[in-house]
Structure formats: structure tokens, C-alpha cells
């Protein structure tokens, strides 16, 4: 057995609500695409700037936000125009740019190098005010208030919870090296959780979103292990002769299923995250894999090839009678349940090409939703209005985001490095 130094490093994350973590090793470059057919016009004025602000604009962070939601279109103002009062706003020039809203607000320096960030949200239609917040800040704390900012917006308007201040986590490859890590949901501030030389796979956020599940090969063997985003510690949870992968959590928190081949093939067990009270849950010749919780926890959903080819199936966390969701190609696998369970992600192959695929579990009716053909991993937004995914482009993996009706996407990617197997926590 080789020594556990050398294959990883784990780095302590602290989980302190707003504070920034270390700087990704390069800026994420953010690419929006496309928009929905009704989006709520929307506009951003420049905050009024404090002298020694950080970079970048916390105008720019905010708007981008709004953008990949895919539901709030930004209405351009005059260039250098700045308005921070209400007793500022020409309401009828900004309803005559067709916005519905806007938003205004200031930065004000402070001693200690802290900030007073003021904002107010403002119905051109009604010309009143929706909300007015003022966020005592230091600079590690920038990025962060920006998104707060776009979430308070975000659900002012479309009375969705926003999700900009939520987290990600995936799987980075440098050279030969892979490293687990956690990033705002936008991909900035990354962080390393884990560092190794072997392959890392298959992270999963707790539904608390202070620990993450994933599996490592340091030991030449998938191993499942449970980590804490407060102090680094971890623990062993699923050990078992041959092969341990695809976590995935109970929603209280509680189990684990995942994937063995302790007993025969492929097959769903469920652990306690403590490594106790095993219960194997799918009993079959095939290769059963990937379970996904439903969000109630009455139900898994996992892939398996019983019929013949990869398809998703469905079976009750008590287990028992198992049932087939999908039907339409020869080729579905991923599975992932939107948050309040009306909708089944997953990745669908069709013509050679692998792309994501949404599933309406009331109609049955499936829509492709990106343009891409080496997609992998969807995982829902805490709001169920997004979805991330990892896809292929210039022959290296970036990240993506889409919405439900596949008519924006998102792409994030940082120069030189490869990303693959997101998923988004709270």
C-alpha cells in the first residue's frame, strides 16, 4: 500500500457564510448564449463607485448572474450615466427602453478597508420600490454581496429563490494530477478539497452542503469516501471487496446509496454515512449504477442495462418492483430529479452525439436541451431553473450551464484546465 501523502492533500475549506475563498489559479472566462422568449427587462445602472473598490465591478458580477438565469434580460442605460437615488430615475425614458425594472445603488468606503454597499430595486411600472438593502462588506467579501445582491433581484421578480450565492463542486484535471474542488456557483473562488495523483470521481454535496461525498482511487481501488467542507476531516464510508462508486445522498442527510460489486455485478445498496447498516436495494444479472434520490427519498432512480441497452430505471428506497422511465432512444443514462420532482435529467445519446436531455415525469415528453455532443454529469440548480453539465470543447472538458427550456446557456471555463463531473450544492 503506498502512502496516503502521496497521492492527496487535503486542503481545509471553511464554510463561513460570505467570506471568499482562494482565487481560482486563472479568471473564468463567462460566455451567455441565447435567452428565454419572455425574459423581465432589467436595468443594471453602475453602481456610484468608492475610490478604492475591488475588481471587478460589482455591477458586472450582478449582471452576469441575471443573464445565465436565462428569465432577465439586461436594458442598456447611457454610457457613464450613474443614478443612485430614485429622485434620479427618468421613469419615462426607462419605460420608453422597455424596462420594466431597475436597479441603482452605491459603494461607500469605510475605515478598515470595509465597504457599505447600498442597492434598491425599483418598478419602472409603478415607480416604487421593491426593496433597499445596504451590506456592510470587507473586500474578501466582494463577490459575495454581489451575488446576494442578484439573488434578492432575481427573486423579487421571477418569485423563484435565486441561486448565484449557492456552490458547485468538480473535478479538475492538471496534467496528471486531479483535484476535487468547490467554486461559487458562477465557477469563481475556487478551492482544492482534495489534491491526488490518482482519479478522483463522482463528488456529491450533502444536502446541508458541509460535506462532500466522492469517490478516490489512492488505494488502486474505488473507495467512498465522506468529507467535511469545515475542518477537512473525512471518513471511509463503502470499502468493500471490489468496486465502491456513484454516492449519492438521502435527502435528510442520513444514507447513502451507491454503487457496489461486492456481492455479484453492479448493483444500488444503501449505507449509513457512517459506513453502517448496508442494505443491498436492486437484485439483478445486470449492471445497475448512478442512483439518484427522489427529493421526497421514497424513490431512486438509477441506470441499468436489465433490457438490453442503458435506460433508466425506478425503484423504491424500501426496495421492490423496479420500473423502467425511459423509453424514447437506445441510450440514457445520469440520471437527475429536479427539486420539487417534476422533471428527470440525464444524458441521451442520439446519432453518436451525448447531449442533455430533460423529461417531464407527468407527460413523458423529452426535450434535448444543449447543442453539444460530449455532455456528462447534469445536476440540478437548489431552484430547479438551471442545470450544470460538463461538455468537450477544444478537446479539453469546461462547464455549462443551461435552463429548462434549452434556450440559454452558459459556459465556464478557466485556460489550460480540464473539468469534468459537476455538481451543484446549496
Do not use: C
Amino acid at each position: 500500500m503506498h502512502s496516503l501523502s502521496r497521492y492527496f492533500v487535503i486542503v481545509l475549506l471553511p464554510l463561513l457564510a460570505g467570506i471568499a475563498g482562494q482565487r481560482a489559479h486563472a479568471a473564468l472566462e463567462i460566455q451567455v448564449t441565447g435567452g428565454a422568449a419572455n425574459k423581465i427587462p432589467v436595468a443594471l445602472m453602475n453602481f456610484q463607485s468608492a475610490s478604492n473598490r475591488p475588481n471587478p465591478e460589482l455591477t458586472e458580477i450582478i449582471g452576469q448572474d441575471l443573464l445565465r438565469s436565462g428569465q432577465i434580460s439586461l436594458v442598456a442605460g447611457t454610457a457613464g450615466q450613474q443614478i443612485f437615488e430614485p429622485s434620479q430615475i427618468n421613469y419615462p425614458a426607462w419605460r420608453g427602453k422597455g424596462a420594466d425594472a431597475i436597479v441603482i445603488g452605491q459603494i461607500v468606503s469605510l475605515p478598515g478597508g470595509r465597504f457599505e454597499v447600498r442597492f434598491r430595486l425599483i418598478d419602472t411600472i409603478k415607480q416604487t420600490q421593491l426593496v433597499g438593502l445596504s451590506f456592510n462588506i470587507g473586500p474578501e467579501q466582494w463577490r459575495a454581496a454581489a451575488h446576494k445582491i442578484a439573488d434578492i433581484v432575481y427573486e423579487k421578480l421571477t418569485g423563484s429563490p435565486g441561486v448565484f450565492s449557492t456552490r458547485i463542486a468538480y473535478v479538475q484535471k492538471r496534467g496528471k494530477q486531479y483535484e476535487l474542488r468547490v467554486a461559487d456557483a458562477d465557477g469563481q473562488n475556487g478551492q482544492t478539497v482534495v489534491r491526488s495523483n490518482e482519479p478522483l470521481i463522482s463528488p456529491a454535496f450533502s444536502p446541508e452542503g458541509d460535506r462532500l461525498a466522492y469517490v478516490s482511487f489512492e488505494d488502486r481501488k474505488p473507495i467512498v469516501y465522506v468529507q467535511s467542507l469545515r475542518d477537512g476531516s473525512r471518513r471511509t464510508v463503502a470499502s468493500f471487496k471490489g468496486s465502491n462508486s456513484a454516492p449519492a445522498w438521502s435527502p435528510d442527510g442520513s444514507r447513502l446509496a451507491v454503487t457496489l460489486t461486492r456481492d455479484a455485478g453492479s448493483q444500488i445498496y444503501l449505507i449509513n454515512t457512517d459506513g453502517s447498516g448496508l442494505k443491498r436495494l436492486t437484485i439483478s444479472s445486470a449492471i445497475d449504477t448512478e442512483p439518484a434520490w427522489s427529493p421526497d427519498g421514497r424513490s431512486i432512480y438509477f441506470t441499468s442495462d436489465r433490457g438490453g441497452s442503458p435506460q433508466i430505471y425506478r425503484v423504491s428506497s424500501e426496495g421492490g418492483e423496479v420500473k423502467r422511465i425511459t423509453f424514447e432512444g437506445t441510450y440514457n443514462v445520469s440520471p437527475d430529479v429536479s427539486p420539487d420532482g417534476k422533471y428527470l435529467a440525464y444524458i441521451k445519446r442520439d446519432s453518436g452525439r451525448f447531449q442533455v436531455a430533460l423529461l417531464d415525469l407527468a407527460t413523458s415528453q423529452v426535450r434535448v436541451l444543449t447543442d453539444t455532443a460530449h455532455d456528462e454529469s447534469p445536476s440540478f440548480a437548489p431552484n430547479g431553473q438551471l442545470l450544470l453539465y460538463a461538455t468537450l470543447s477544444g478537446g479539453r472538458g469546461i462547464l455549462g450551464t443551461v435552463s429548462l427550456d434549452g434556450r440559454t446557456r452558459a459556459r465556464l471555463s478557466e485556460p489550460g484546465s480540464d473539468a469534468r463531473e459537476p455538481v451543484w450544492g446549496p
